[in-house]
């Protein structure tokens, strides 16, 4: 036995040098390896020197990536960006702001709505910030104590296939009539644009009418569609025949040169007009970069901005009467737009979301 | 096995259960906890309010309608690729054998873009069959459940096939030649093979089963009210955090129940596979068994593998869409590869040293089995944990800011996987060795070192290859959790996505495709050279 255990010893000793060069040294090198990579990788993703600017945004990447690229150029700050994601519009970005309240990561709020905005302001996420570029704006687009600005506004339209519809609805109220009854299509009112078009009308009209609202588009069986983007894909693609989308939304089939049209609602003697949604920028109370944001805030709010959102696909419309509106992009003083007191409709949001939560989300 | 009691395995001990601890049951705890303890004191009406409202009996028919029908159509399809598998010759297995690992490295959620691009209302096949029939044609269409079925199917065969062939390469062939002297294919087959296929079958698809349950991209995608999809909205609509965990109980209680039938049922099973250690030869059967199964299995890779790549490249063509795209996205990619690299890494040392340790001390496997929790409870209810856990100030914010949280999500909800994939290596390992150097006085860290370690290595790189790839296509905790300048390509994609696959969307899904097929290659090579260099004890 002693003999055993000795030999075995002396096994173990000439295993383990063995072991050492054919299994220990190739995982000493291969854990060499990963640690070198680790290391390049980090390097290659380390911070900039100078602070960035976090900037959560609403706005479509497409549109708001070159516009803070170009921020970056002309100014030398870095930013930062989170994007919100098509499923949760804008609401999933408010949400985590106001989570992030007691330590917050963002400097600046880019919306692509109001409400929400002020859902932020109410809550004690935003700080106020007068920018000298605000000067010119409407005062009904931007908040007297500048907590938010508002600058290059999308409409809320009602979007058609040319092919199926002649006679195309001209009130968001048709939608709720027998001749539209499973012919009409809204995004998911959850989120995004539509979610303020619900709150807006919650506040206007009052909760009672505007559930009685809900309940008959509920009943004339209009698809609720994840985004707005895809309102416009079914009209265009025939399978519903009208839709509410966005005008950015809008133009784009149009553009497209699909069989589809827009129209501004409600625009007749006495109608209640159509919603004009400005996108809206905060300042984060308490951000850890508050001179990096409130330089980009002045850059978003200035009219060359303005100026290259209308440009684009998106066609945004310009509030500052100073910038050039390009062919074929609406005019504010165009259309007749709804009167709306958005502070009512930031109040009435919860309430609009959890009842067409009910109502729609099944 | 037993080791002495000493204080340097109980160090190693307590560090090995604080990281299990702080990587997974915290996170679970804190996200399912939230529908439990509210304001300070225990609370269930966030499960009563659940119970009470009607949509909810329409979203659990839809989650088990998916989970359901995709584990079965999985399941045969899976079998039947398998057994097709182990027909073809040795060439056309290999080309077969990496269409399938096509099939199943491809991020669900970026084959569901292919296949609206596909099958949507306005995709090829729409298009086409109105330019032939005309506009009144009417097709099935993909957004509903039988779409997200469909999409998940070709997505998750693979696991079965993979279990049915290697099920099938490892069992003792003389038993199934012994039962054919006496009754014929079929019975035989029946009678005998079916039976010890059947726990790598249903190993394979409960597999499929929780994979399907909690996933939530392609029915958000498709646009199908499902749980997974609910609680993400719960969270992102209304910041609910009880009433979105609350809704992961089902989750919980599904596949809870799955696994314990399948640990009462298919586990003690398990053994009659390792009857025969060494690979067998594949058959050899006649030639037109072996071309229809061949072309059995090429239709499959050609369907689940080839065709949505195959759309994603078209859409993104011309060539400079992958240009801009990479352009565009080289942060994203660089982070995707470094957040596998270090996830990976992180996860098979702690699963490897879990391993050990249930190893050594049988006792304390009870609570790493516990690593299920925070894949069961779905991603979203995790990134809600990981959230509640680490957004505070002080020390804790430096996990938070950066891209540590992205790694405890990734790591933490793959954990599971690396664990049981080190737990069924080391149960293959014989105790000998190890035993043989404890007689010798060796202690144990140098057991560890010098004989389980190098004798692992090779299923370690492989786990660590299994877990590259999950997490460079995780999204449903990233996108809850990932914080400013750290976005992994998944989350942009999924940014970017408008329900229909753009030109920039196709070339960064091929991208990601390829980063991913990339990792597994290398861990393959990695494998070879593990194997090679780690010889002695197999």
Known sequence: ?362 | MNVPRCWSLQLYTMLTVALFIAVALLPAGFGLGSSLWVDGRLDVSAYRAVLAEGRQWGLLRNTAAIAAGTTLCAAILGVSAGLALTCVGTWARKALGCGFAVSFLTPPYIAAIAWIDLLGNNGTVARTAKLWFGDGVRLPGIYNIPGVVFVLTLSYYPIVACATFLAFRRFDRRLEEAALLAAGKLRTFRSITFPLLAPAILTSALCVFMLTLVGFSVPSLLQVNAYAAEIYTQFSAFHDFPAAAAQAAPFVLCGGAALALWASYVRPKRAWLTGVRRPQPPLSPRWPARAAATVFAGGIVLVSAVLPVAVLVGRAMPLRSFIEALRTAKEEIATTALLGAATASIAACLAFSMAYLARVRPRIGVLFSLSLAPFLISGPVLGMGLIRLWDRPGPMALVYDGIGVVLLACAGRFLFFAHQGVVAALGELHPNLEEAAAVTGLAWWRQMGGITLPLLWPSLVAVWGLIFVLSAGELEATVLVCPPGVTPLSVRLFTLMHYGPSRLVAALSIITVVLILAGATLTLWAYGQARKAVHVGR
């Open chain 1, 1 to 362: 036995m002693e003999v055993t255990l000795v030999l075995l010893r002396r096994r173990m000793r000439h295993q383990g040098k063995s072991e050492r060069v054919g299994g220990v040294q190739f995982i000493g090198k291969s854990l060499l390896r990963v640690l070198l990579l680790s290391v390049v990788l980090v390097s290659g993703c380390a911070k900039h020197e100078t602070p960035a600017v976090v900037v959560y945004t609403a706005l479509d990447e497409m549109y708001s990536r070159p516009i803070l690229e170009e921020f970056e150029r002309t100014k030398g700050i870095k930013v930062e960006t989170v994007f919100d994601t098509e499923a949760s519009k804008t609401t999933g970005l408010v949400q985590r702001l106001i989570a992030e309240k007691q330590r917050p990561r963002a400097d600046v709020f880019w919306n692509n709505e109001v409400v929400q905005t002020i859902v932020l302001r109410n809550e004690r996420v935003t700080a106020p910030y007068i920018s000298p570029a605000a000067e010119t704006i409407p005062p009904q687009f931007k908040d007297p104590q500048g907590y938010w600005a508002g600058f290059a506004a999308r409409g809320r339209v009602i979007i058609y296939n040319t092919d199926l519809v002649k006679d195309p609805p001209t009130s968001i109220l048709d939608f709720a009539k027998p001749e539209w009854a499973g012919k009409a299509a809204i995004a998911k009112p959850l989120f995004g644009t539509t979610a303020t078009h619900v709150a807006v009308l919650f506040a206007e009209w009052g909760s009672d009418k505007a559930k009685g609202y809900i309940l008959g588009l509920r009943h004339n069986n209009v698809a609720v569609l994840p985004g707005n983007a895809t309102v416009r894909d079914m009209v265009a693609q025939g399978e519903y025949a009208v839709g509410i989308t966005d005008t950015d939304d809008a133009n784009g089939a149009v553009e497209d040169g699909l069989p589809a049209k827009w129209l501004w609602p409600d625009q007749e003697e006495g109608g209640i007009g159509a919603l004009l949604i400005p996108n809206t920028v905060a300042l984060i109370r308490g951000g850890p970069n508050p001179e990096g944001g409130k330089a980009l805030i002045d850059y978003l709010l200035s009219p060359e901005v303005e100026g290259k959102l209308a440009r684009m696909r998106s066609m945004q419309i310009p509030l500052k009467p100073s910038v050039t509106v390009p062919e074929g992009v609406p005019k504010l003083s165009e259309v007749k737009a709804m009167r709306v007191d958005f502070n009512k409709a930031a109040e009435k949001m919860r309430i609009a979301q959890v009842f067409t939560q009910q109502e729609f989300v099944r």
